[in-house]
């Protein structure tokens, strides 16, 4: 139980464009929703915490008209990066935790590698 | 500053050996440790979760110990097999009053050789 899936598992664009990364619980409903930035060898730094039905709350030094995000059902958030550029690219993951669980355990997706050219 | 710190950085073994990981935290007020095992381009799975009154957890051939009085946590491998290869991570939650904070290691990738 507790699967997070993310689609795509890797894309690759150009500079300028904008790009959509999804992130699904698939059993179960998940009432918060984390996106996560990993640069190789580094670990994972938190970029924003997302509600079901409200506003997501960025960490310091995250652009939030840059990365937008929206959790608009218990089961799908989704994370848009708006204008990337070759700075963007990177690994994203995204993690989900649900009610009845203790807040801090956060069940992690598989990732999505986005290269910018 | 709530801080992780994992050692060493990386490290080669061969298959069928044992290897430790170390991971030294300041994470304030406690809540609790694990360890995820991170493949290649994949998100981390859980390995171990170990709250403050836990020493010992195991989960097959990883086992985990827990020093809450000196905030130190290492994670044991045994008899390591080529699958092992990935990068280790500690995570260390922070409670608060009506919030958690995780804080991440930077990971230690093992490497098992034949």
């Known amino acids: 139980g507790a699967v997070v899936s993310q689609h795509p598992s890797w894309v690759i664009c150009k500079s300028g464009t904008s790009v959509k990364i999804e992130c699904r619980s698939l059993?179960?409903?998940?009432?918060?929703m984390f996106w996560y930035r990993q640069f190789p060898k580094q670990s994972l730094m938190l970029m924003a915490t997302?509600?079901?039905?409200?506003?997501?709350?960025?960490e310091q030094g995250v652009e939030k008209d840059k990365f937008l995000i929206n959790h608009a059902s218990l089961t799908l958030s989704t994370l848009t990066v708006t204008s990337a550029h070759p700075e963007d690219s990177s690994f994203y993951i995204c993690?989900?935790?649900?009610?009845?669980?203790?807040?801090?355990?956060?069940?992690f997706g598989p990732g999505t590698r986005l290269t910018v050219l | 500053k709530n801080q992780v710190e994992q050692s060493p950085q990386s490290l080669i073994i061969l298959e069928g050996k044992n290897c430790t990981l170390q991971?030294?935290?300041?994470?304030?007020?406690?809540?609790?440790l694990r360890w995820y095992k991170q493949d290649t381009g994949r998100g981390p799975v859980s390995l171990t979760i170990?709250?403050?009154?836990?020493n010992t957890k195991s989960n097959g051939r990883y086992t985990a110990t827990l020093d809450a009085d000196t905030k130190q946590s290492s994670l044991h491998i045994t008899a390591s097999q080529l699958s092992d290869s990935a990068s280790y991570i500690c995570?260390?939650?922070?409670?608060?009053?009506?919030?958690?904070?995780?804080?991440f290691g930077a990971g230690t990738t093992v490497t098992v050789r034949a």
């Open positions: 993690s989900a935790s649900f009610r009845g669980r203790a807040f801090d355990t956060q069940y």
């Open positions: 059993d179960f409903q998940a009432t918060t």
């Open positions: 997302s509600n079901e039905g409200s506003k997501a709350t960025y």
């Open positions: 991971c030294n935290y300041t994470v304030s007020p406690f809540s609790n």
């Open positions: 170990m709250t403050f009154s836990e």
């Open positions: 995570v260390v939650s922070a409670a608060y009053s009506n919030d958690y904070k995780l804080s």
